[in-house]
């Protein structure tokens, strides 16, 4: 869809990089610049199993695929002249500088637009254009209220396993550079597009963040339980040692699974007969559930309630998930400097 088009990726670590990526997989040519003695960070963030020679990882492998890749230093002369001649002829750059840097390698905005006015500047910051604190995605899950949210009461705050408030940053970006290419094509202007971390962590609270705005509930750690809905999230063991959880939105889904699991007597108790209720004694709910569940397989009871279109899944670590073929199909390979690697695909739309 985006050939023709042309990227400069002068970003590291996994937001900026996986914009690039967005692009490359869609079709447009990327290019992506590296220090020549430092590189991206992320090429030595390896499990203890990997090559330590081996000059990527499968993090880096991640977040980088179908670019071309050029090393050079942006601070040399040399350097710098070689990427303002590459601006020329550019529809796109990225980068996640930290505060003052673009301008100390004499290519602010100002500059890059007086070169080529129709380019698209994205950048990525932790806490917006005036701030210089070095920002990770774990201080960000720890201060936007993510953490406090995670885990259980026993466990104590808990990260997310992803670079979530990246991954979420990443997204932003994308929207923004292709709402800017929409403008220019009406107007023939480039524009400069700025996510910050923070920003977009706050953004993504959502629900959470109205429950609190409009009742003043703060949110504590409930495991996978969801504040607003029950039985939903928790845990069930079934008659082969399985986890299963179920994602019951409305009074017909609680209806169906009642019914099939034979515990239809409860759907009209006054402790369970809406959903605010059920919220209220879900302790003793899914203590009711679990005393039916462990009667069923996992197989046999997937299969009736997927049957009646009531929301239910068995909890898989990633062997499981990538042994399904529709899960293979989003996976996507690549040599790079030799070496094979594969990632998840950065596409989800058809």
Request: overall charge neutral; proline content about 3%.
């Amino acid at each position: 869809m985006l050939k023709g088009l042309k990227v400069i990726d002068l970003s590291t670590v996994l937001a900026g990089p996986s914009v690039g990526t967005f692009f490359a997989e869609l079709g447009a040519e990327v290019i992506k610049i590296e220090h020549p003695k430092l590189g991206d960070v992320t090429r030595s963030w390896k499990l203890p199993t990997e090559d330590s020679a081996a000059n990527i990882s499968a993090y880096f492998s991640s977040i980088n695929y179908k670019k071309k890749y050029i090393s050079f230093d942006l601070k040399s002369k040399e350097g710098l002249a070689y990427l303002l001649d590459m601006v020329k002829d550019v529809d796109i750059l990225i980068s996640n500088f930290k505060l003052g840097d673009a301008e100390k390698f004499g290519i602010s905005d100002s500059i890059l637009h007086n070169i080529n006015p129709r380019l698209i500047i994205g950048k990525i910051n932790g806490y917006g254009i005036d701030s210089d604190r070095v920002a990770y995605d774990l201080i960000l899950q720890a201060e936007s209220g993510f953490m406090s949210m995670n885990g259980t009461p026993e466990s104590g705050p808990v990260k997310m396993p992803v670079a979530l408030v990246d991954v979420l940053a990443a997204h932003q970006l994308k929207e923004g550079i292709l709402l800017a290419l929409y403008n220019r094509e009406r107007t023939g202007e480039g524009k400069s597009i700025s996510v910050s971390l923070y920003d977009t962590a706050l953004s993504s609270l959502t629900n959470q963040a109205s429950n609190y705005l409009m009742t003043g509930l703060v949110p504590q750690r409930i495991g996978s339980t969801h504040p607003n809905i029950a039985p939903y999230g928790e845990l069930f063991t079934t008659k082969d040692q399985k986890t299963i959880t179920f994602a019951i939105g409305s009074n017909s889904h609680f209806k169906k699974l009642c019914d099939v699991i034979g515990i239809d007597r409860i759907v009209d108790s006054e402790k369970f007969s809406s959903n605010q209720k059920r919220v209220v004694h879900r302790v003793e709910l899914k203590k009711i559930i679990q005393e039916k569940i462990k009667d069923f397989t996992c197989s046999d009871i997937l299969s009736q309630l997927t049957a009646l279109n009531v929301p239910v899944g068995k909890v898989q670590d990633l062997q499981e998930v990538f042994s399904s073929e529709k899960a293979k199909k989003l996976i996507r390979e690549e040599d790079i400097n030799g070496i094979k690697t594969s990632r998840i695909t950065s596409i989800a739309f058809k």
